[in-house]
């Protein structure tokens, strides 16, 4: 077949699709903040699943030459770079290792509270019936008082351990994914691609979890990793009065609690400890800022722009 | 409107009365309050007539539906530890923390408009980067932490502000800023975000195109529009401004609601939690009506 000339020769080359874990990366390149905030969160990550295991005995010996050691003395041992606290354990290593509980706490309240939340929602959103109206009186209940005053009450009647504060944090937080799900789902369930799967005889499970959830659940991933940062830091409230986690076990907040008495005369006791969760909570934020950038379309020239301008 | 607030009010009370159960009964788990009124060697008859007077010999139901009844007539019954009322005593404490939510949340409110307006003006900026990076830091940092290393620098090593109590102007000052910090940052974001949306919208560029000046245009044209999604978040600040005050309020000694419920938990003052609870919940439900109202006034689209 001959060559038509009003065909042109060669057709505008289409963009390949760029590998997304690529362009990810390069999203994160352009916004340097969140790109050391990722790097220090993996840090912190690292230092909670391994701290305990390599530093537990450092972290619980007791040295009573070093108690309150100031810290910056670079002669000693590296664990006490940041001095000692009362009972002479190392500054330093009793913050790596109450990474564990500082961020599994978190983690696993907001990991409970997102599933179970989205789950609620989605079904409050997409059934209109009595189940709705029973969902959102229950979020209303937790709702309609301060959450971190119904945790001191229900914790100090459990007895705090780990688990029930992991567990009254994370009810605590439901409403917050519950109502954002169920808002989202009233959205997108009037769409046409919600109507034309229900046409096609799609059974109603099937539509909220593999039509309406993939929609709905980036905006839920960016307010869980905001609220993971308001986690921790209601965590460290909790043991900071005293109601969260118990001694032995340690967490930042309760650190910062224990160093309230010698304030005066050894203050890094409560400011490392605090700095950690001031560190780890404006990461979170910054990353959650970032998410909030890149997983908006209309938003996402604003990290996508700067990389043409370097290249 | 008033069908609207009836609703409102119904859907309230079915909450508060959920509140209200879920506590008496876990209240109740934590034990008897008599081995911690009574002196150790207090005598058997003693006991008994301790918890005689205070109800507590009679089986939990009987309990409940006793408190509910008196509840209808507004009787709160008497606090174990302070013998008055308990609504009295939850009164006195709300007062004072309604005065330092008032106090901070005027003062967040205002200065996070009107940084976070003129931050969202030029988006990138030198101003933007450091309200951004401050606002940040005030959302990330533990009010608890913040308090204490304030009492260190301010009231032990400066001698500008005492540590605790009420008496003065002075007294009030650290405990303001502190709680102030969390919901500034919250809330600067939010208004930077929403007026960076309504800055890029149409009649802003007509309103430019009139020619009118940079400040009515942002506090006027835009500002308006922006404030809606800014008054939810005012609204959850306002209410998790009861969270700081409890921690706050038990650092600086401060006589508020929070610290009330705090100890009455520890002392197990039941009465005292109870009025508390439904005190505080009540203030919520009224700041959110409030907030309804001020929605409508906003946009009058908005119609209820």
């Known amino acids: ?311 | 409107m008033l069908n609207f607030l009836g609703k409102r009010a119904v859907a309230s009370a079915i909450s508060l009365v959920g509140l209200v159960l879920l506590v008496f009964f876990l209240s109740r788990l934590t034990g008897d309050p008599t081995g911690l009124y009574l002196p150790l060697d207090a005598s058997e008859e003693a006991r008994a007539q301790f918890r005689e007077i205070h109800g507590l010999n009679d089986p939990l139901i009987v309990q409940f539906f006793s408190y509910m009844s008196d509840l209808i007539r507004f009787d709160f019954g008497d606090s174990i530890r302070r013998s008055e009322p308990a609504i009295d005593v939850v009164l006195r404490g709300f007062a004072w923390t309604l005065q330092l939510a008032v106090i901070t949340m005027s003062l967040v409110v205002v200065s996070a408009v009107i940084i976070g307006s003129l931050a969202a003006f030029k988006v990138g900026g030198v101003f933007d980067r450091i309200a951004t990076f401050f606002s940040l830091i005030g959302a990330s940092a533990p009010d608890f932490w913040i308090a204490i290393v304030a009492i260190v620098i301010f009231s032990v090593n400066l001698g500008w502000f005492p540590t605790s109590g009420t008496g003065t102007v002075w007294h009030w000052v650290m405990p303001v800023a502190v709680l102030f910090i969390r919901p500034f940052g919250l809330i600067l974001q939010i208004v930077r975000g929403s007026m960076i949306t309504a800055l890029s919208s149409a009649y802003v560029k007509t309103a430019r195109a009139k020619g009118l000046k940079n400040r009515p245009i942002i506090f006027v044209h835009a500002l308006r529009n922006a404030l809606l999604p800014v008054i939810t978040v005012i609204g959850d600040q306002a209410a998790a401004l009861l969270n700081g005050a409890v921690v706050i309020e038990t650092i600086f000694g401060f006589p508020g609601v929070g610290k009330l419920m705090i100890d009455s938990i520890l002392q197990r003052d039941f009465t005292v939690v109870m009025a508390a609870i439904m005190v505080t919940a009540a203030a919520i439900f009224v700041m959110n009506l409030l907030i309804d109202i001020l929605y409508s006034i906003l946009d009058p689209r908005i119609r209820y």
């Open chain 1, 1 to 311: 077949m001959t060559h038509t000339p009003n065909q042109p020769a060669s057709l505008p080359d289409i963009p390949k699709a760029p590998n997304p874990i690529l362009q990810t990366y390069r999203m994160l390149w352009n916004d340097k903040f969140a790109f050391v905030s990722v790097i220090f969160l993996f840090f912190v990550l690292l230092c909670a699943i391994f701290g305990p295991l390599l530093l537990e005995d450092i972290a619980t010996k007791q040295n009573l030459r070093g108690r309150n050691a100031p810290p910056f003395d670079f002669s000693t041992n590296w664990a006490y770079w940041l001095g000692g606290d009362a009972l002479g354990r190392p500054l330093l290593a009793r913050i790596i290792v109450a990474a564990q509980n500082t961020i599994f706490v978190a983690a696993g309240a907001v990991f409970f509270s997102l599933i179970v939340g989205t789950a609620l929602g989605l079904v409050a959103g997409y059934t209109k019936k009595t189940w709705s109206q029973v969902i959102m009186r229950l979020a209303d209940i937790i709702m309609s008082f301060p959450s971190l005053l119904l945790a001191v009450i229900v914790l100090f009647m459990l007895k705090s351990s780990v688990f029930n504060l992991v567990i009254v944090l994370a009810i605590t937080r439901i409403p917050v994914y519950l109502r954002t799900a169920r808002a989202e789902t009233l959205e997108v369930r009037e769409r046409m691609f919600v109507q034309a799967a229900r046409v096609m005889g799609a059974s109603t499970p099937r539509i909220i979890f593999r039509h309406i959830l993939p929609v709905v659940f980036p905006t839920l991933v960016t307010i869980a990793t905001l609220d993971f940062a308001f986690v921790m830091l209601a965590e460290s409230a909790l043991s900071f009065l005293g109601i969260g986690i118990q001694p032995p076990e340690i967490t930042w907040g309760l650190m910062v609690s224990q160093g309230r008495p010698y304030l005066t005369t050894a203050w890094g006791l409560s400011l490392w400890p605090g700095l950690a969760i001031i560190l780890t909570t404006l990461s979170l934020n910054l990353v959650s800022n970032w998410m909030r950038t890149a997983l908006d379309p209309a938003q996402r020239w604003r990290l996508e722009n700067v990389r043409k301008k370097n290249d």
